[in-house]
């Protein structure tokens, strides 16, 4: 079986969208970011300027500080991949950050 030439690789069905505010640390600078989207080996954040690729950072929300690797950065937007794979009570914790209704759902 062919895969068409427009396969999205980047699509993930276990990608989730939420809107967290952390703190990312560059070489010890610490930037403060948004997380857009997550799952369970990367992000997807806001910065405040782009940031090269394969740079190595950690992020820091809800008491957990996270390793990862920028795996790309445009538009003050930036993917990052996770060195650790996150466990599932931190991934639902900011998934249900953004929405005040969650714990009603």
Known sequence: MRMEQNFNRRHSPNRRETRVEAMMDIDGDLVPVIIVDISYTGMK???PEDIAVGTPVSISVLDVTIPAIVHWSRLRF??????????SNTLRTLEKAHDALADYR
Not at 78 to 87: K, P, S
């Open 45 to 47: 954040i806001s910065v």
């Open 78 to 87: 930036a993917g990052v991949h996770l060195l650790q794979r996150m466990d």
